[in-house]
């Protein structure tokens, strides 16, 4: 449950950037949320291999 606790404090830390970006228009805000966005995808990539694995395992 770690792992989903980590996840769910990437999404957390991207709230505050989204917002500035989505409704203020902040550009650099917008650079920050990308960059994010790729760092959760990253995760959900390597979460899905470790979920394949597992399941394998079995």
Known sequence: ????????????ALEA????FFDDGNGAAGTRVRKGMLELKK????????????KNAK
């Open 17 to 20: 950037d989204y917002k500035k």
């Open 1 to 12: 449950m770690d792992k989903f606790n980590e996840l769910k404090a990437q999404i957390d």
């Open 43 to 54: 995760y959900a990539d390597a979460t899905r291999k470790a979920v394949q694995e597992i």
